[in-house]
């Protein structure tokens, strides 16, 4: 990207934090507790000191000032997006990702949109309300939305755990930050265009089938700044279309006539005749308030511009005195034009919900809300509806559901039933596919609270999801413009479905793919309708990135794991290996019989891959293998886990929902630890380890770049006795003798009986004592009573020579999992504070995996413990690694996704490190940019790879591995869009 403008303005500014002690500054006259602010008091006011300006090294004092006027600056990008709402910034992060140059400009100060920070609106998807409460099938219906509006959601649930609106924009604004490939312009409202004449490609005001917009004119008032910025391809998710309406795109705003399209539902509630409109009636903007419960009760006065309510005003809209939220049907549009009025309509909202407030508190009708108290009213509206283009298709009713066969209100908001329905209707599937929705087509009463007699909306539910086509994206009127949200080519019945932020989210990952994909190969977008090879790569793209296409099935020629022959350690009947290569990341069938009734939510059975499409295995750990037909340098690993898709799972200040189902957090199904490996040359190597996993979807440059160490510290405490024969906690290799294990009964065990080293690993627990012996039978696992492991306070778990009376150990059931339990009573624990019971189970010391106060870097030190309440990594599992090739077959003991490992190679355990408490441990988010580590692991050879294997150790929840899709590319297979093979 490319930038000129005047001398010595920096756009981009660094802001340098000076110590006292880079300065010099010191004695007294110096704050000594910043946290507190002591010794910091009038005395200071008038310090020369502080009014000083100090400089490093190469710095020099600012001279850059301005008077009246705007600062221009050109920019060039290849692509310009035009909005931060959920359609803007998965365009902008998906045309990033995939190449191209990226100017986002935003005009409020946060991102998100109506989901935003500033308005605070739930995001709604295809889902709709069928998932959830009363779903028996839950496989069936994973219908919420993947690629990155999974990714920031899943994100969000783990970084926000508070449910801080603030937090969630943030999460957005860190999305963004962490692309290099996008310049981000907040505060900036779009004004205009420069056009080109793409027949003569000269500037000008003549008229043409089709023109070319050169670049965007960018202002940001409140820091004098005009941007214009030259740009390739255009994307227009503004929400009420400004750059497409300056550009000369066709728009309407408002309903078309009941004859346009032939839509039956375009004559119910506002037209009841063919010849009827179009009319320019939008659907409205609503504001929310937040409430909370105090001790005691709490007065409210209401302004006098308040509006005021009573009682029979409600009987189409509910109210809770209690409630903690404001509410959607709060809504005003007319009589007002939603865009030009936007100020009326806010003032109007505002007035509205105060009135609301008003009621509740200070009618009598509603007690319950006596201690509520009012603590945030927006001043931003949730605006439903402003223009839409006309694109290159437009998307009616009759695409998706001719028949209203759901509605749930009686007539005139809905149709009277014939006698005799016809069959359930597929909805078009159309070639150029890209995303879809399934919300019902939700249309709302125009006059919004101004109409209380009548009911705010109605919902005509559709039975099955269906596809949005990739020329209703696209404006027939100029050359190079995208759109996306709300400004799509839908006709205003169709609208009420397509409009909700999470179905916006996968139209701008759809064109910010497209508009990479159109950059990258020097394709005009209003093009792409003509070339099918083109869409096909852009399909295949958008799955490849987690997005959704109904009837569509990964066909990448590039992807090795097409070709691998894949089994696993075990499998379920419906949910084997091989599901994670079939094409398809989730399952999505609906039966005829539900989707007659409205219980669907997914797609007819000629539209998509009926089953689980994943592989699930019976129990933890788990590994499964792709053996390749001939080695390949595998490159890269594509990963799509489950995060239980078919329940409700959006930010919400008031999470969770009403589905009982849902968490706020990681999602239980996920894979939480995995050690990837590679055999080359018959041998088996790490490639990665990884632990803390929350993601669906994750790729890895293969070998993935080393675990960092522990930050810098004053170093450790004073290293305990270590005994002779230390074992440790490590990362798991399924390679390494040393980490190998056999169980053995003990006589007169019920164990003892016959059977694979697994199987009496299984049988095990509860089932009798045993011995557990190293790989090659000299070594038992036992325990020093006279040392404490390095780190820890227990007594040291050891490996020695079996001898003639090894300890035996017991895996023994508890309400949270298995614990690894010696099989005799021995002391109680000490030196922890008020541990008092006996002091038996194997627990590893720490992990950074597992403690979130300690920072230790494997391998870790094993000590025996209170086995009264276990964590999470003290819970054991084992799993068989009896690779035909390998001479020392044998148990892998995990645990918190580490493995035992023997005394052979623990000695590292004994200089484990624990970061000192007085240094803040600097824990970042999972989103960020690209280390030089991740950049030389990327571009680090790999050798042929016969076979990789991912082995899961560990999950956020469930006894069981679900890999939904795996996916191998080799060095010329990583970049995006493939070509049709």
């Not at 920031?152 to 957005?172: G, H, I, K, R």
């Not at 379920?572 to 989707?595: E, I």
């Not at 109680?828 to 995996?849: F, I, K, M, N, R």
Request: hydrophobic share 35%; charged share 15%.
């Amino acid at each position: 990207m490319r930038r000129s403008g005047r001398p010595g303005l920096r756009l981009a500014p660094v802001l340098w934090l000076v110590t006292a002690q880079q300065r010099g500054v010191t004695g007294a006259g110096w704050c000594d507790n910043l946290d507190r602010g002591e010794n910091c008091g009038p005395e200071h006011a008038h310090s020369v000191e502080a009014q000083t300006l100090h400089l490093l090294p190469g710095e020099t004092p600012r001279d850059a000032v301005w008077g009246s006027g705007l600062i221009e600056t050109a920019i060039e990008a290849d692509v310009l997006v035009a909005g931060g709402g959920s359609a803007g910034t998965s365009a902008a992060i998906a045309a990033a990702r995939n190449g191209a140059s990226v100017v986002l400009v935003e005009s409020r100060p946060v991102l998100g949109g109506n989901s935003g920070s500033e308005v605070r609106t739930t995001m709604a998807g295809a889902c709709g309300t069928r998932s959830g409460v009363g779903n028996t099938n839950a496989l069936r219906l994973e219908c919420r939305e993947g690629g990155i509006v999974e990714e920031y959601t899943l994100d969000n649930a783990v970084n926000n755990p508070t449910l801080v609106p603030e937090l969630f924009s943030l999460e957005l604004l860190t999305m963004i930050k962490a692309e290099p490939n996008i310049t981000l312009f907040l505060n900036t409202w779009l004004v205009g265009v420069n056009l080109t004449d793409s027949a003569t490609g000269q500037s000008g005001d003549q008229t043409s089938t089709a023109r070319t917009i050169a670049s965007a004119v960018l202002e940001n008032q409140g820091a004098q700044r005009r941007y214009v910025v030259s740009a390739k391809v255009f994307v227009d998710t503004t929400g009420d279309g400004r750059l497409g309406a300056e550009a000369g795109a066709e728009w309407i705003q408002g309903r078309e006539g009941a004859a346009m399209y032939n839509e039956s539902l375009a004559r119910l509630g506002f037209y009841r005749t063919p010849t009827d409109g179009p009319d320019h009636e939008t659907e409205g903007t609503s504001i929310a308030y937040m409430a909370e419960a105090r001790p005691a009760p709490t007065p409210f006065v209401p302004p006098f511009w308040a509006a005021e309510f009573n009682q029979s005003q409600f009987q189409f809209r509910g109210v809770a005195g209690d409630r903690p939220d404001g509410y959607w049907w709060n809504e005003i549009s007319w009589p007002y034009n939603t865009i030009t009025d936007g100020e009326n309509v806010t003032n109007e909202a505002i007035a509205d919900i105060l009135g609301i407030w008003d009621y509740l508190k200070n009618s009598g009708d509603h007690p319950e809300s006596a201690n509520m108290a009012l603590t945030w009213v927006g001043t931003v509206g949730c605006k439903r509806e402003g223009r839409r283009f006309v694109g290159q298709y437009v998307q009616s009713q009759n695409d998706v559901m001719a028949v209203d066969r759901l509605c749930t209100r009686k007539p005139p908001w809905c149709p009277p039933q014939p006698t005799h329905l016809p069959p359930v209707q597929e909805p078009e599937l159309y070639p150029d596919r890209v995303s879809y929705a399934g919300w019902p087509f939700d249309l709302h009463n125009p006059k919004g609270m101004r109409d209380p007699s009548h009911p705010p909306f109605t919902s005509h539910k559709m039975p099955y999801m269906y596809s949005t086509p990739l020329r209703s994206l696209v404006s027939k009127d100029l050359t190079n413009l995208f759109f996306a949200g709300r400004l799509a080519s839908f006709s205003h019945v169709v609208y009420g479905s397509q409009r909700v932020m999470k179905t916006c989210a996968t139209m701008g990952q759809a064109v910010g793919t497209a508009a990479a994909y159109a950059v990258t190969h020097g394709v005009d977008p209003i093009d792409l309708k003509d070339r099918p090879d083109g869409v096909w790569s852009i399909q295949q793209q958008l799955l490849r990135d987690d997005a959704y296409i109904i009837g569509l099935y990964n066909t990448d020629p590039r992807d090795h794991a097409r070709t691998a022959v894949i089994t696993a350690t075990s499998e379920w009947a419906n949910a084997s290996a091989a599901n994670v290569a079939n094409g398809q990341s989730r399952s999505v069938v609906t039966p005829p019989s539900d989707a007659s009734i409205g219980a669907g939510g997914g797609v007819p059975s000629s539209q998509g891959k009926n089953g689980t499409n994943r592989w699930i295995s019976q129990g933890l750990p788990a590994a499964i293998t792709l053996a390749l037909p001939s080695p390949v340098p595998i490159k890269q690993i594509h990963l799509i886990f489950d995060t239980g898709m078919h329940r409700h799972f959006s930010f919400s200040v008031n999470f969770p929902t009403n589905d009982p189902t849902a968490f706020w957090g990681p999602q239980p199904e996920t894979v939480r630890d995995y050690v990837i490996e590679a055999e080359v040359d018959g041998v088996w190597q790490v490639l990665c380890n990884v632990s803390g996993n929350y993601q669906r979807r994750r790729v890895h440059a293969l070998p993935c770049p080393q675990t960092p160490g522990p930050p810098p510290s004053p170093g450790p405490p004073v290293k305990p006795v270590v005994a002779p024969g230390s074992v440790s906690a490590t990362f798991c290799n399924t390679s390494a003798p040393s980490q190998r294990w056999s169980i053995v009964p003990a006589a007169g065990s019920s164990s003892e009986a016959g059977g694979s080293a697994a199987t009496k690993a299984k049988t095990a627990a509860g089932a009798g004592l045993a011995s557990i012996r190293s790989s090659d039978g000299e070594l038992c696992l036992g325990f020093s009573p006279n040392t404490s492991a390095y780190g820890g306070l227990g007594n040291s778990v050891v490996a020695l020579p079996c001898g003639s009376d090894p300890t035996l150990w017991n895996w023994t059931s508890t309400a949270a999992g298995r614990v690894l339990r010696l099989g005799a009573p021995h002391l109680s624990c000490s030196g922890y504070p008020g541990a008092s019971t006996p002091c038996e189970c194997a627990h590893p010391v720490a992990c950074s995996a597992c403690h979130g106060t300690d920072e230790y870097t494997p391998p870790t030190s094993v000590e025996l413990w209170d086995c009264g309440s276990p964590a999470s990594h003290m819970l054991w599992s084992g799993l068989q690694v009896d690779d035909a090739e390998s001479s020392t077959p044998g148990v892998l003991l995990m645990t918190g996704g580490l493995c035992l490992e023997g005394p052979a190679a623990s000695e590292p355990a004994q200089e484990s490190t624990l970061g000192s408490p007085s240094v803040y441990p600097r824990r970042r988010q999972r989103v960020q940019p690209k280390t030089p580590d991740d950049l030389e692991a990327e571009a680090a050879p790999v050798p042929p790879m016969s076979k990789l294997r991912v082995t899961v150790t560990a999950t956020n929840g469930v006894a069981d591995a679900r890999i939904n899709e795996i996916r191998l590319y080799d060095a010329d297979g990583v970049s995006p869009f493939p070509a049709r093979g």
